[in-house]
């Protein structure tokens, strides 16, 4: 994925506040995996529908699902739509 240097930007500004158990991987790789994702509702929540849910640091179990918490994966799902 070919991100703006805005992005770029607002990415590094985001991963400066937060640590990541696997190294921002994510990023890395310029966000071509990615856990599978659900945007809800107005987008203030984002379901995780990954298989791993159950195994990830920053996934949170609500009913039969996941909410996904990690700060760089809602804004990849919120700001570009991936």
């Given amino acids: 994925m070919d ?42 929540m984002i379901e995780c ?3 791993n849910a159950s195994t990830c640091h920053f996934s949170s179990p609500f009913g039969e699902g996941y909410f996904c918490n990690c700060p760089l994966r809602v804004y990849v799902a919120r700001k570009l739509k991936k």
Avoid: A, N, R
């Fill in 3 to 44: 991100l703006s240097h805005e992005t770029i930007l607002e990415v590094e500004q985001l991963i400066s506040t937060f640590k990541c158990p696997s190294d921002y991987s994510c990023y890395k790789l310029k966000f071509e995996e990615l856990c599978e994702t659900v945007i809800l509702g107005d987008g203030e």
């Fill in 49 to 51: 529908v990954d298989k």
